[in-house]
């Protein structure tokens, strides 16, 4: 079982940037696939962007591709959104997510609890 804390959420103005950061308790967090995913208010959970487990592969939503960025760093078991050029409607609980192999755009097993993300116009 792996547990998955966020942090960095917090209020920006549109064109902003923020940096999220998913801090993962397992012992070898390069056994496992991360992803972003959010979800705004009213609704559903929505898949943001991937990374395989070496950090070689990653995907991204067409909505954030070009403006947010995944990466990865093993050696402190932390995954990384890079969020530039935010818009209000980015607007949303952010959470992280990880799988022993592949995130689906439905997630895996294993979630954090969230952070917030708030973009003011």
């Known amino acids: 079982q792996v547990q998955l804390v966020e942090s960095g959420g917090g209020l920006v103005q549109a064109g902003g940037s923020l940096r999220l950061s998913c801090a993962a308790s397992?012992?070898?967090?390069?056994?496992?696939?991360m992803g972003w995913f959010r979800q705004a208010p009213g609704k559903g959970r929505e898949f943001v962007a991937r990374?395989?487990?070496?950090?070689?592969?990653?995907g991204y939503a067409d909505s954030v591709e070009g403006r947010f960025t995944i990466s990865r760093d093993n050696a402190k078991n932390t995954v990384y959104l890079q969020m530039n050029s935010l818009k209000p409607e980015d607007t949303a609980v952010y959470y992280c997510?990880?799988?022993?192999?592949?995130?689906?755009?439905?997630?895996?097993?294993?979630w954090g609890q969230g952070t917030q993300v708030t973009v003011s116009s």
């Open positions: 997510t990880a799988d022993l192999y592949y995130i689906s755009d439905q997630g895996g097993p294993h």
């Open positions: 397992a012992r070898t967090t390069s056994n496992y696939a």
């Open positions: 990374i395989s487990r070496s950090g070689a592969m990653t």
